[in-house]
């Protein structure tokens, strides 16, 4: 098949969960449409995430449409391997039509189409879905000095468990979810610390990932509105998950205000003091991986795309899903991902 004879209706761009969400519906609609995954194998960014990771909601509260992910042997909140056996079983059961490898290198205005141009070949479409999520784009805020530190810098996404920090002491950096989850595990092998912006503040035991997406969506539906809602923020900024309510438990997550520089030897404070380490995990985020989209010059401030719903409001043929509550309510998260791809989906169809 020649390049020009690649032709779908509709391509998305990932397969991940945001990905796998939009081919469900897709495919119920009937839609001719192609998933392009950049993966060796399925399970988008969760294949890649350390072992011990748990997802924020119990598996009924952390599924995708059509199928509800089974239940762990422990009872417990999923962790990531658990999350990669259900994307795997739920784009077999679906029988998804995703071609991997094939990494995305750049989307085009082709006349009345959009050129997919990828590692397996170009796809023209009527309607790409962007679904790259943010794992691919992890964020290191600049200090003064850190490129003269001399110990060990890796980001969350390349922390792989407690094992090479046996020992060592370690500075954590970041006031979210990861960062108090990698903390508690590096806490019982490692010499600890946890830089933050701002103290750090434990949701109560019993608010979890259902809550959260409740909160979100009322506050999606309010901004529509024109009205003003209650934040995520103000209940607290960390899910006390069973690691964490550990860890805390034993005193292990007290936080230090930030640091203003980095030395040779670990990092330096406002005030003068100093501490010395052997390794610094940057628990700072991610941005979307929206590199693919360059040639279409959408990008507004922040380097964010403007959008209607998930609709990019400079080109019409493009959607994008699951980055954030600029794409959808919590539509960055499993259940998220799943409701926001239904009216994504609904759209599509309307304007093939």
Same mark, same amino acid.
């Given at each position: 098949?020649?390049d ?10 990932g397969?991940?969960?945001a990905?796998?969400?939009?081919? /469900?519906y897709?495919?119920?609609a009937?839609?001719?449409f ?7 194998? %399925? ?21 995708l449409?059509?199928?509800?992910m ?8 999923p ?10 079983? /739920? ?14 290198r ?8 959009l050129?997919?141009?990828?590692? *397996? ?7 790409v ?16 000095g ?12 390349g ?9 060592? +002491? ?21 010499q600890t ?6 103290p %750090?503040?434990l949701?109560?035991d019993e ?8 909160? *979100?969506t ?22 006390a ?6 860890a @805390? ?10 640091f203003?520089?980095?030395t040779?030897?670990g990092?330096?404070?406002?005030d ?10 940057w628990c700072t985020?991610? @941005? ?8 279409? +010059? ?11 719903g998930?609709?990019?409001l ?32 609904a759209?599509v169809i309307?304007?093939?």
């Amino acid at each position: 098949m020649t390049d020009t004879a690649r032709l779908a209706d509709v391509v998305v761009i990932g397969a991940g969960q945001a990905g796998l969400a939009a081919g /469900y519906y897709l495919r119920r609609a009937g839609a001719d449409f192609v998933i392009l995954d950049a993966q060796q194998t %399925p399970g988008g960014a969760w294949q890649h995430a350390w072992p011990s990771l748990r997802l924020f909601s119990p598996a009924q509260y952390s599924s995708l449409p059509g199928r509800m992910m089974p239940i762990p042997a422990d009872g417990g909140y999923p962790d990531a391997a658990h999350v990669v056996a259900y994307l795997t079983d /739920y784009e077999q059961r679906y029988r998804l039509p995703i071609v991997r490898p094939a990494a995305v290198r750049a989307v085009r205005r082709a006349d009345d189409r959009l050129a997919v141009e990828s590692s *397996a070949g170009t796809w023209h479409a009527r309607i790409v879905v962007s679904a790259t999520g943010t794992w691919w784009r992890p964020y290191v805020p600049h200090y003064p000095g850190i490129g003269d530190f001399r110990g060990e810098q890796l980001h969350t996404a390349g922390y792989r468990g407690p094992t090479p920090f046996h020992g060592r +002491r370690v500075l954590v950096v970041g006031g979210g979810n990861s960062a108090a989850q990698i903390l508690a595990e590096l806490s019982q092998v490692a010499q600890t610390t946890w830089a933050t912006l701002r103290p %750090p503040r434990l949701l109560p035991d019993e608010i979890d990932g259902r809550a959260l997406f409740d909160l *979100a969506t009322s506050r999606h539906q309010a901004a529509q509105a024109g009205q003003n809602a209650d934040s995520i923020g103000d209940l607290g900024d960390i899910v006390a998950v069973a690691p964490v309510r550990e860890a @805390r438990d034993r005193g292990a997550l007290k936080a230090e205000p930030m640091f203003s520089r980095l030395t040779p030897d670990g990092v330096a404070w406002a005030d003068g003091s100093t501490a010395a380490f052997d390794a610094i995990v940057w628990c700072t985020g991610f @941005r979307p991986a929206l590199a693919h989209l360059a040639p279409l +010059r959408l990008r507004g401030p922040g380097g964010v795309i403007g959008t209607d719903g998930t609709r990019a409001l400079a080109e019409p043929r493009l959607h994008l899903l699951g980055y954030g509550d600029w794409t959808g309510a919590a539509s960055a998260t499993l259940i998220g991902a799943g409701r926001t791809a239904r009216q994504l989906a609904a759209e599509v169809i309307a304007q093939l």
